[in-house]
């Protein structure tokens, strides 16, 4: 008689595949805790309306709004993201004017950002940088 078989390991969770992620990431990739500002703590996201996602992006760097304009240049290349499909499951954002064929998306209230990207070419996909905001 030969020895039974082990069962099949489980398939990776979003959050074994996201080593940054752990802790944010249920096992269907969504989002496990809300998407704050990181600089006002207003509510971005609702747990659960956005999907983890890895994708690379070039946001500039992270300053208010008026700030980053006066500024210009530089930024920051980021790998991990929440992706929205509907820009209604947003709590608060806000999107700056063109830069191109890229809104990049801010907090509504104290205009902090960017904090995600959105290319206007792809009018389903809203990615929101890890990084750029605080979970509860």
Known sequence: MEPAAPPPSPPPTA?????GSAGLVCAQGRNLRAVLCQRCGSRVLLPGAATFARRELLLPAMRKKAAAAAAGGGGDVLREHWLVRDMFSFENVGFT????????????????????????????????ALERVAHE
């Open 15 to 19: 959050a074994a595949a996201a080593p």
């Open 97 to 128: 004017r063109d830069v191109g064929n890229v809104k990049f998306l801010v907090c509504a209230d104290c205009e902090a950002g960017p904090i995600g990207w959105h290319c206007l070419d792809d009018k389903d996909s809203f990615y929101v």
